[in-house]
């Protein structure tokens, strides 16, 4: 992160509680903060305001924070990190499947809440900016019809460009630099989303089912991201 910068992050929450707990922390490790009750003029606030992240919670007055992140992920892509008090796991899968970045369980540790603040900021910054330094020689990483071009940050199948997200993008290339090696969600969640595992299993699990969706020709029967059964994940790469 650009320590010149502020950082500019908008809370959607309608508990106040809540609301002043999560400026404070973050108005005291130097980010401009601007507060919303609810969600209902959101698109006129985004249209006026540049937003580096949003804070959304999912239980808001009138429009949900579940419509309101799938409206949000037709024009931005800004972080979003999703604030609730549900614990049901199907929920959380629900929030990352309609574009959601990360997702925090209430109550929360603030202290937690700016460090995971900080890491999507991080992660997306250094997405958006391809700042990597890539070896021309060792741009591009090929698995059976799949073909990966570090330097422009772009997925191929078949010939053809896949849409895929920031974070999405950055698990695949991970597993496939270190392709034919398994790893727990845990050890992915650390190297990818960039903070301290919290137990939480969905956000890997949702992430890993997306690109296969994408990347896979059966997702029901993967062969290029195989579950391995009690410990983790492998992407599987042929040896020459």
Not at 64 to 78: F, L, P, Q, V
Not at 103 to 126: H, M, S
Not at 187 to 214: C, P
């Amino acid at each position: 992160m650009d320590t010149n910068k502020t950082y500019h992050i908008l809370i959607v929450e309608d508990d106040e509680v809540i609301r002043m707990v999560e400026q404070i922390y973050l108005e005291s490790n130097g980010y401009a903060v601007r507060v919303l009750g609810d969600g209902n003029h959101i698109d006129e606030i985004l249209r006026e305001e540049k937003f580096d992240l949003i804070l959304l919670d999912v239980m808001l007055p009138g429009k949900n924070g579940y419509d309101i992140c799938k409206e949000i992920r037709m024009h931005y892509t800004m972080p979003i990190l999703m604030v609730t008090a549900k614990t049901d796991p199907l929920d959380k899968i629900r929030g990352l499947n309609i574009g959601a970045d990360d997702y925090i369980t209430k109550p929360f540790d603030p202290i937690e809440l700016v460090a995971r603040v900080g890491a999507n900021l991080r992660q997306f910054e250094r997405n958006a900016s391809g700042v990597e330094k890539v070896d021309p020689g060792e741009d591009e990483i090929v698995i059976d019809n799949i073909r990966i071009l570090k330097s422009t940050r772009r997925v191929y199948k078949d010939g053809q460009e896949i849409k895929i997200p920031n974070r999405e993008y950055e698990l695949l290339a991970f597993l496939a630099e270190h392709a034919n090696t398994i790893f727990s969600k845990e050890q992915l969640f650390e190297a990818v989303w960039g903070f301290r595992y919290m137990g939480d299993s969905a956000t890997v699990m949702v992430h890993i089912n997306r690109i296969r969706d994408k990347i896979e020709r059966d997702s029901k029967k993967p062969k290029i991201i195989e579950t391995v059964r009690g410990v983790g994940y492998r992407l599987n790469m042929r040896e020459e």
